[in-house]
């Protein structure tokens, strides 16, 4: 293909514009060496001295080979010829966190923020700058800020959650998930369920796992075994029988016939060694959470804290 061709505007004329775009697209097929040609291109189009695009090119290309300082360089000439485009302006931002420069990205993000307030990515990226500069109040403060300008969003939500729970604060953690409402995935529900069980709030962890076994396919099985549980720590054991009893059309083995033994014994005053089963059932519940969603590809602490919030808890019959 002639790429010159097909990098010019109807007028055969090669343009800012269409070497951007070509560059780009050179980038993104990982072939660098294209990338720089266009680049040139790009700067001796007319006008390209003056344009935006053509740093931002250069700043891609350095990106692209972890030059994250001369990425920074570019980006800051790009923001100096487009102040307003605040997409170049958290670029910038990500390149001076990439290269450990977090007191000057700070800055750059927080003098954007202030003149854009609404701008909820440039808050959510200032929030994340503040975390990798092991500030977690400032990433507070930031995204927090972001959830006021732009209400309920899953993503935002659920990075001000995470900041809650690093800070030791569940509760909050656990409003600022379901602020998300049914926006949230299927791995941030699993988290909200996580941290009601930690909070011992077993009924709402209950609602978020009917809503996992109503729209997560490939997590019915946890999201039945979360329904036992949470009937278990409630301790209603003719629901946690009927719950577990449901999960055998899906699993007649392992956990799930655990489930249903121990609520079987329950419902029927023999379970003298309770307290050692539950904390047993508890291990292998967490287990089996941590299993699921990292299997989806999704990170993070799912179950961690289930057997924690359980151990010590007697199993004796309600």
């Known amino acids: 293909m002639n790429h010159a061709s097909w990098a010019a505007d109807d007028s055969g004329a090669v343009t800012v514009e269409s070497c951007y775009t070509a560059g780009t697209a050179a980038l993104d097929r990982g072939d ?21 695009r053509c740093a931002l090119l250069a700043g891609a290309i350095a990106a692209e080979e972890a030059d994250f ?22 670029q910038l931002g990500e390149a001076l966190s990439a290269d450990g420069a977090f007191d000057e990205a700070i800055r750059v993000l927080e003098e954007a923020s202030r003149r854009h307030p609404e701008d909820a990515d440039t808050l959510v990226d200032l ?25 309920g969003d899953p993503a935002i939500q659920r990075a001000l959650g995470e900041v809650y729970e690093a800070a030791g604060d569940p509760g909050r ?13 299927p791995r941030a529900a699993n988290d909200l369920a996580r941290l009601y069980l930690q ?31 949470c009937r278990i720590k409630q301790r209603d054991w003719r629901g946690a029988f009927d719950t577990a009893l449901g999960a055998t059309r899906l699993d007649r083995y392992g ?5 249903l033994a121990y609520a079987r014994d329950q419902l029927f005053g023999r379970v003298p060694d309770a307290t050692a089963r539950e904390a047993d059932l508890a291990e292998r519940f967490a287990a089996e959470l941590r299993e699921h969603y990292e299997l989806q590809g999704d990170e993070g602490q799912a179950g961690e804290d289930v057997a924690a919030v359980s151990a010590g ?4 019959r309600g």
Do not use: K
């Open 32 to 52: 660098a060496a294209s990338a720089r040609a266009w680049l040139a291109r790009c700067t001796a189009a007319p006008g390209g001295d003056a344009d935006a």
């Open 69 to 90: 300082a001369g990425a920074a360089e570019h980006y800051r000439r790009a923001a100096d010829l487009a102040p307003d485009d605040m997409a170049i302006v958290r």
């Open 127 to 151: 929030g994340y700058v503040y975390l990798a500069g092991a500030d977690p109040a400032g990433a507070r403060t930031a995204l927090e800020r972001a959830a006021r300008a732009r209400p």
């Open 173 to 185: 953690a656990a409003d600022a998930y379901a602020a998300a409402g049914a926006a949230l995935s």
């Open 199 to 229: 909070l011992e709030r077993y009924a709402d962890a209950e609602a978020v796992f009917r809503r996992l076994r109503a729209t997560d396919p490939d997590g019915q099985l946890v999201a039945q075994h979360g329904l036992t549980w």
């Open 255 to 259: 956990l799930t016939t655990a489930f």
């Open 313 to 316: 808890e007697g199993g004796e």
